[in-house]
């Protein structure tokens, strides 16, 4: 057991001795952060145990109720943008301020999780002094919480004075309304006018971050073939179910290898009476061994780093559809989703703005994180307007599973990380 606590003493003495590099200005923030960590943890707390499933409407307002407060401790003016009722989400919570200093910030984070009020409870708990579990309590109320308790800081030593920031906390992040044309339209039309994204979704450490993300589409092919008895198969035909497997299998060959880009078939329904339910992703087929299928329904998803790569892969596939086998028909229609946040130099050097600030806090070097090991995110609808950076948020484990955690010990340096970022943002030339 003394094990682990020397290494925590030994890397706490070398932060304070190399934090040296940072200004007075930056020390005072730090020593701001370290003395109000205590409130950041009861509204982490706080929140963590208000559910706030994305369709829980009440619970996503109630939250966002909660940091407007606290959003306008840090100087912000806090507002709700309603969503129009065929939507059936909550809205969003904005908070802003102008001014003529620096980079115009955009400060994104979500209200919403993933587990809606029927789902098994699961309020917070401290696991152990370095550990606490709770629904949201890294995606990515940590996360939220990280950005509001370093614009407090900044706001008490009057660092925000004519500052733009633009806080944005999304309340259907984890399941957009559609069309996103509509859910997303305030968002994107409010980070036009910015220079930089700031994302809080879930760190990966205290050493990476994202200057990149996925985008995500989904792609429906449909399948159709003559029908007849199966001792004519391949004599008359091959039938829809061997069409859709020839299909399958060269996507793979011909597109698993390439880095970045994946391609998954979640649901497919072949047969000789096929029906499908889009809307509940419910399918039902009847077939008998003896009959060549006439119809097949395959659903999937497509992820990629950049729209080249998507546009690429797409024209694969349709070329691959396109090769029939005998007595088969085949179509593949695809729907966009999130875009990718590409890699840019823009997002380049604002990683290198937080990598000497991390160096110069002592933790060490920040570097670009794995974009394929990261999901599409909000950020991800602003990428093509203004330089990105993401992953700035809570550590943990096990998002979107019930024993989701916090890792306690790196949220202190989590919140100094993203206060110095957005002190050296905003007093930039």
Not at 6 to 27: C, D, G, H, V
Request: aromatic residues 8%; contains cysteine.
């Amino acid at each position: 057991m003394r094990k682990p606590v020397l290494i925590i003493l030994a890397f706490f003495a070398a932060f304070q001795a190399r934090s040296q590099s940072l200004s007075e200005k930056e020390k005072q923030i730090i020593q701001f952060i370290d003395q109000h960590l205590p409130d950041a943890e009861k509204l982490l707390i706080e929140t963590v145990n208000i559910n706030s499933g994305t369709l829980n409407k009440e619970g996503v307002q109630k939250v966002g109720t909660i940091f407007s407060k606290e959003l306008e401790k840090a100087g912000l003016h806090s507002e709700w943008v309603p969503l129009p009722d065929s939507l059936n989400r909550a809205g969003h919570l904005v908070a802003i301020r102008n001014g003529k200093k620096g980079k115009k910030l955009f400060i994104i984070g979500h209200l919403d999780t993933v587990f809606e009020p029927d789902m098994p409870a699961n309020p917070w708990k401290k696991l152990n002094d370095s550990t606490a579990t709770g629904q949201g309590a890294n995606d990515m109320k940590g996360g939220d919480v990280i950005a509001i308790a370093a614009l407090q800081a900044l706001q008490s030593m009057h660092l925000l004075d004519d500052a733009t920031i633009v806080v944005y906390f999304t309340g259907d992040e984890e399941r957009a309304g559609t069309p996103v044309s509509v859910s997303r339209k305030d968002f994107m039309e409010r980070a036009k006018l910015c220079d930089v994204a700031l994302g809080f979704e879930g760190a990966q450490g205290l050493h990476s971050v994202a200057t990149a993300r996925r985008g995500s589409s989904s792609w429906k092919l449909s399948v159709t073939a003559n029908t007849f008895h199966s001792s004519g198969v391949f004599k008359y035909g091959y039938g829809a179910i061997y069409e859709s497997a020839r299909i399958l299998n060269e996507f793979r060959e011909q597109l698993s290898t390439e880095k970045y880009l994946t391609f998954n078939p979640g649901l497919i329904v072949g047969g000789s009476d096929v029906n499908y339910d889009e809307s509940k992703a419910v399918g039902q087929a009847i077939g008998k061994s003896n009959i060549v299928s006439p119809s097949c329904y395959v659903s999937g998803d497509l992820r990629f780093l950049t729209e080249a790569q998507k546009e690429s892969a797409r024209n694969k596939m349709k070329e691959i559809v396109a090769k029939h086998l005998n007595g088969t028909k085949a179509e593949i229609k695809f729907t966009d989703g999130i875009p990718a946040m590409e890699p840019t130099e823009g997002n380049n050097k604002i990683l290198q703005i937080l990598n000497n600030a991390t160096k110069d806090m002592g933790i060490g070097e920040t570097i670009a994180g794995d974009p394929g090991s990261r999901g599409a995110g909000d950020i991800s609808y602003v990428a093509k307007y203004v330089d990105c950076l993401d992953g700035l948020g809570a550590s943990g484990n096990g998002a979107h599973a019930p024993g989701e955690t916090i890792n306690l010990k790196e949220f202190p340096y989590l919140i100094q990380r993203a206060a110095i970022l957005m002190y050296r943002l905003i007093h930039s030339d």
